[in-house]
């Protein structure tokens, strides 16, 4: 079982960054694959970026690729999101999960949820 917590999302203005984290308790926690996914209202969840139980694979959408950075530190048991060039299209609210299974983008892959962070990008 793992349980995971969502921190530092915010409001931004266009072309700056924040640093999401996402705290995990549960012993095994440094043998998930980690992924970062967002939802706006209206819209159905998408996939941001991903990473390797060790951190060695990472894996992004194309939307992100570039200015988003996802990192890891298993002796914190976190994973981070690092968020860059902001634009007023990243506004969402951002959820981490957790994945057993292969670096992948699906939801149906992810077993466990955290309760989402809310990014706001103003223009």
């Known amino acids: 079982q793992v349980q995971l917590v969502e921190s530092g999302g915010g409001l931004v203005q266009a072309g700056g960054s924040l640093r999401l984290s996402c705290a995990a308790s549960?012993?095994?926690?440094?043998?998930?694959?980690v992924g970062w996914f967002r939802q706006t209202p209206g819209k159905e969840r998408e996939f941001v970026a991903a990473i390797s139980w060790r951190g060695g694979r990472t894996y992004y959408a194309d939307s992100v690729k570039g200015r988003f950075t996802i990192s890891r530190d298993n002796a914190k048991n976190t994973v981070y999101l690092q968020m860059n060039s902001l634009k007023p299209e990243d506004t969402a609210v951002y959820y981490c999960?957790?994945?057993?299974?292969?670096?992948?983008?699906?939801?149906?892959?992810?077993?466990?949820w955290g309760q989402g962070t809310q990014v706001t990008v103003s223009s």
């Open positions: 549960g012993r095994t926690f440094s043998t998930y694959v």
């Open positions: 999960a957790a994945d057993l299974n292969g670096l992948g983008s699906r939801i149906a892959e992810y077993d466990y």
